[in-house]
């Protein structure tokens, strides 16, 4: 995710982002203080490993909040946990075990599931090696490493089933939030989104974008004729056929109503047309075989140089009621460029 994205759309990262910084803060509030206390008492070396966890927390965050990369800095922060944490347990024993288990739950909450159980399963391992070699025993006794490990992998499997499942929610709501229910289309508030992206992805590395604005042109009669369940199931199959006609890389939303946009990435003014004329065609095909025929306007665009999403929008919207005024069922590309 980059910082444009995760600016618009927060839900993506806000969450991890607060993961992150808080570890951040727990790492500079306790483990700040316990680096000091073994620089003092010993050994060094642990406090060595405990400022560089600090350090290197602090800095990972910073790249977070930074950059918006939730996803690599969660990655990065949990691959320190996770050998801080074997390595204080080599170092303190008992004490430095203790730490796993927030470990644990962190990981779930940072990083992808197989990456946070790879993590777990090589500190969990690690341990055990330690407790195999005599000179570096973890436990006083067997039975007590067999306690921690049924501990630790009961905290692994719940930790991961609370995560997933907070995973899924929070996935869920992001889809409600940014998709419109009746045709699985993006909504309003995804478009003003993915129209400001376009524009910042135009000016950093030069792609060309076109906008296609769509309104029916009778929809008004079948609603008072039919009814508004006749209408809707209209309304789907619109979406379908715009879906049809577009490559997985277009972004198709309903605006409001009966009226539809589409932003399509890497296109050049006759790929437009192309696309345009598809989409007429295709949905008074599609919609007079199901018994209901529909006609629309679409008014069309290329992103221009220098130009703001508002702009590009208004552009493209008077060519649809260009094209309504010429009598509908037809297309007006801009040709401003």
Not at 39 to 62: E, K, L, Q, R, S
Not at 85 to 109: C, D, E, M, R, T
Not at 200 to 224: C, Q, V
Request: contains cysteine; aromatic residues 8%.
């Amino acid at each position: 995710m980059n910082k444009v994205e995760l600016l618009h759309n927060p839900e993506r990262g806000d969450f991890r982002l607060r993961v992150i910084t808080a570890i951040a803060l727990v790492a500079l509030v306790f483990v700040g203080p316990f680096a000091v206390y073994r620089f003092i008492v010993g050994p060094p070396i642990v406090g060595v490993i405990n400022t560089i966890i600090v350090i290197t927390g602090g800095a990972i965050a910073v790249y977070a909040h930074t950059t918006g990369r939730a996803d690599r800095a969660g990655a990065a922060i949990s691959i320190l946990l996770a050998f801080a944490a074997l390595a204080v347990s080599a170092l303190l024993g008992l004490n430095g075990v203790v730490w796993v288990y927030p470990i644990v739950i962190f990981l779930f909450y940072l990083s992808p599931p197989l990456l946070a159980l790879s993590l777990i399963v090589v500190v969990l391992g690690g341990i055990v090696l330690l407790q195999l070699n005599s000179t570096v025993a973890v436990f006083a006794h067997g039975d007590e490493l067999a306690s921690f490990l049924v501990s630790a992998t009961t905290a692994t499997i719940f930790s991961g089933i609370f995560a997933g499942q907070a995973r899924k929610q929070r996935e869920q709501l992001l889809h409600w939030a940014t998709h419109d229910p009746l045709t699985g289309l993006g909504n309003r508030r995804s478009l003003e989104h993915e129209l400001k992206v376009a524009v910042s992805a135009a000016r950093r590395h030069n792609r060309a974008y076109g906008l296609i604005i769509m309104d029916t042109d009778n929809f008004k009669e079948i609603n008072d004729t039919r009814g508004h369940a006749v209408g809707d199931r209209v309304l789907q199959r619109m979406a379908d056929v715009i879906t049809g006609s577009t490559r997985i890389g277009d972004r198709s939303f309903r605006y409001g109503g009966d009226e539809f946009i589409t932003i399509l990435p890497d296109v050049d003014g006759e790929a437009l047309h192309t696309v345009c004329q598809k989409l007429v065609h295709g949905i008074e095909e599609q919609t007079r075989a199901q018994g209901t025929p529909i006609t629309v306007s679409l008014g069309a665009a290329l992103l221009g140089p220098s130009e703001d999403s508002d702009a590009w929008n208004r552009r493209a919207d008077q060519s649809m009621y260009r094209a309504k005024q010429l009598g509908g069922n037809r297309y007006v590309v801009d040709q401003l460029l």
